[in-house]
């Protein structure tokens, strides 16, 4: 197996375990309509991710190994939301601001659009 996939697969696996533990403690001391365990590990997932690609652009601070294993990994285990608001800042600071508007209302429209479809097609079975 090819060491850098099974670096991503154990960050993902460390990161899907903290999702799930960090939500549930949330949730429970905060008990709302709001997934309030969800936002916050989608915000914390973006801090984390801003970062580490800080700190990869700062040299040799993180190997190309460590910054997959860290991003890909573990913030894409804990959120994938960490790598849009990643990949929206590079389109911001890019200057393509047509394509950051098409990326941030297709990613919510057709994730909706998506997570619906799933549920009709699953009650209609």
Same mark, same amino acid.
């Given at each position: 197996?090819?060491?850098?996939?099974?670096?991503?697969?154990?960050?993902?696996?460390?990161?899907?375990?903290?999702?799930?533990?960090?939500?549930?403690?949330?949730?429970?001391?905060?008990?709302?309509?709001?997934?309030?365990? %969800?936002? $916050?590990?989608?915000?914390?997932?973006?801090?984390?991710? +801003?970062?580490?690609?800080? @700190? #990869?652009?700062?040299?040799? !601070?993180?190997?190309?190994?460590?910054?997959?294993?860290?991003?890909?990994?573990?913030?894409?285990?804990?959120?994938?939301?960490? %790598?849009? $608001?990643?990949?929206?800042?590079?389109?911001?600071?890019? +200057?393509?601001?047509?394509? @950051? #508007?098409?990326?941030?209302? !297709?990613?919510?429209?057709?994730?909706?659009?998506?997570?619906?479809?799933?549920?009709?097609?699953?009650?209609?079975?």
């Amino acid at each position: 197996m090819n060491r850098v996939v099974l670096l991503i697969g154990i960050g993902s696996f460390i990161g899907g375990i903290c999702r799930y533990y960090s939500q549930h403690l949330i949730s429970k001391f905060f008990p709302s309509p709001l997934p309030y365990g %969800t936002l $916050s590990v989608n915000i914390v997932g973006c801090l984390l991710i +801003g970062v580490i690609y800080g @700190l #990869s652009d700062r040299g040799n !601070l993180l190997t190309p190994e460590w910054r997959l294993f860290l991003t890909t990994g573990f913030c894409g285990g804990f959120t994938t939301f960490s %790598t849009f $608001s990643y990949e929206s800042i590079a389109l911001i600071q890019d +200057g393509e601001f047509f394509y @950051l #508007s098409l990326y941030i209302a !297709l990613s919510v429209i057709l994730g909706l659009a998506s997570t619906y479809l799933g549920m009709l097609v699953i009650k209609s079975i």
